[in-house]
């Protein structure tokens, strides 16, 4: 079955037999008498590899290798060839070479090997985290992402085992009972909370499937970690929002329609304080509802950078009094007291500077229940005016302070009164784009003192 071809000691051919025709495509006419070279490639033979080959044979008796023999239609095909010095006196001495075809052979190899340079390339350059571990839970390779997600020093992990990297990183992975998912499902996924050092925590997806195997290959698992923390950060707050919106317009809306299906009566009954307080009370509602789909409205446009101002210059006293006029017909209940220095020119957006003064002075009010006064102040410092509104209710937490203009924040001991925790991250982002700062002061069981500040014209 294999090929044989028999030359002279000079390399000249003598015989071939029908398995050489066969496999590549000569007969006799074509090779007898002529030297071995002619199934060598040119490439083989500028490098001398046939005469090499011959005086191998020669010293030693015989000589094996690999490398191309050439198909008469000109195709080179990987063989393997043995070649083996016969001496005899009656004949003449000879070589003869057997060789095999090895060509599907080699494909294979080279595409394996394509392939497995391929997947590492795949497997480094992947940005999720991988793992590949054993059934025993030996780690036996880990990609350039794992070790950046989990800042550790490369090519630290192969050989070790994976309990006690999850008990150094503090992952939480139990795998035992992830083990079980995969033997019965064939792959498995959860989620990780993964406590990060300096008190942070971030959320982790891993993935485990078996990875494709023979029959002789041992059982590896692939571990892919994908940090979704960013995700589940923006889910959150979507959930958050549309929880927050759905009760805020909720609750002035029911009042809306009860008050429309009282009114009626009291008009035909001509009641008028009923009617008239009936109105009264649908127009709160209207404005509540206004306001909620307003402050959304404003935390989008400021979240695409869409929060514009149109500054002009005018008279901060006019603007103050207008709001302290608005929010006394409002809260009758306190009373707002104007600041003495606000006879100063501002280069400001009117409408913008007004729903700031609107918010802190509503906050002022909406969050001090108990008290009855809102102490409003200008004042100058380091070119910028300072305006702050001080009210005289239970105060903010020290803990809770540092948050109170962060985007849909609602302090703990307030979650009952309106609100959706945007008034204030939008005054922060309209005094932003003013070029101003804005803070709090606040002491518990004696009130708070929200501040803006605007560069001086
Ligand atoms: P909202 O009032 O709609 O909740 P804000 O952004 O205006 O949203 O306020 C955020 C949170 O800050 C409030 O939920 C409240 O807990 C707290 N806060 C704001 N102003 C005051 C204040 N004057 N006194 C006490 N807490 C306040």
Redo the contacts with the bound molecule.
Sequence with gaps: MNCIIIMDEHGRILHINDAFKNAFGFNEEDLIGRHIRILFTEQDRQALRPEMELSLVKKQGFSSDQNYTMHKNGQSIWVSGESVWVESKEHGNCIVKVIQNIHSQKLQEKFLKETNEFSHTIFESIEDALLVVNMDMIILKANAALYRMFGLQASTLEGTHLPALDEQLNMGLRMNDKLKKLEYDGSFSDELQWSIPGGNHRTLRLNGRFLAQDAEQEKRILLLFHDISQQKQSEQQREDLINFVSHELRNPMANLALVLELLPEAVTSNNIPETEDYLEKAKVNLRRLKQVIGELHDVTRAGTGNLTVQKASFNLQGVIREAIDTVRMLHPSHQVIAPQEADVTVQADRFRLVQVLN?YLT??I???PGADKVVMNVSRDNGFLVVSVK?F????PADQLPH?FNKY???QS?VKID???????VCKEIIYAHGGQVWAV?EEGRG?T?FFSLPAS
Aim: no cysteine; glycine share 24%; aromatic share 16%.
């Design positions: 918010n906050n002022a909406k969050y001090s009210d209710g239970p105060g903010i109170v924040y609602r302090g307030t609100g959706i925790g945007l008034g204030l991250y606040s708070s929200f």
